[in-house]
């Protein structure tokens, strides 16, 4: 008879995720996963398979609280707006996490739910077909894109005060526009850039 398990899914991917925030993605691994525990590392893979079903634990843990209800009686945008801004927040926490919800996009029980709601709510504003697969896509690389540069290039990092002190006899309009973007905080920058694209889906429609 196997031994009962004592370890639950969501304690292991707390120790998962806790390993990511400290060291990295680079730092995960069932061994790293096992010390994080107090436990062996072949101990370990009588709960886990292997990294990529680790991984998946991870991403699921990360979005599990996320809502995917849609708000009644909002617009298709206002609507993908708010579920936007809901995995954005869950993501955002844990930003080393971005890489996995993309590779684990197919198999993240919680990532499924919230696309199928992200779905409908382009559903009532009229997207069908290839265009709403289009649709759908462009939001995720939007938002995945935008926690990635938000961690690791943010406006008022130095990056941008680089930019802004490059010779204006050369780079006139670079440096003029870092110098407008370092005071945009994060939240602005994300909820206008994503008023962008949602207005360019609709104008393709």
């Keep these: 008879m196997p031994r009962p398990k ?5 304690r292991i991917a707390a120790a998962a995720l806790a390993v990511i925030d400290r060291d990295g993605l680079a730092g995960l691994s069932m061994r790293a996963v096992a010390a994080e525990l107090s436990m062996g590392t072949m101990s370990l893979y009588r709960y886990v398979t292997d990294r990529e079903q680790l991984e998946g634990f991870v991403v699921d843990l990360v979005l599990s609280d996320v809502d995917t209800t849609r708000p009644p009686r909002a617009s298709w945008a206002r609507q993908v707006t708010i579920l936007v801004e809901r995995v954005r927040d869950a993501v955002g926490a844990h930003p080393a996490v971005v890489p996995l919800t993309m590779t684990h996009r197919h198999t993240t029980a919680s990532l499924l739910r919230w696309s199928e709601a992200v779905l409908a709510a382009l559903t009532d504003g009229g997207f069908t077909g290839p265009h709403r697969a289009i649709a759908l896509r462009t939001l995720l690389k939007y938002v995945i894109g935008s926690i990635q540069l938000e961690h690791l290039g943010a406006l008022s990092g130095p990056g941008t005060t680089a930019m802004a002190n490059l010779p204006p006899a050369e780079f006139p309009l670079l440096a003029q526009t870092a110098r407008h973007a370092q005071p945009i905080p994060p ?12 207005r360019g889906l609709h104008a393709s429609q």
């Design 187 to 198: 939240d602005e920058e994300f909820r206008r850039g994503l008023s962008i694209v949602l």
């Design 6 to 10: 004592s370890l639950s899914t969501t």
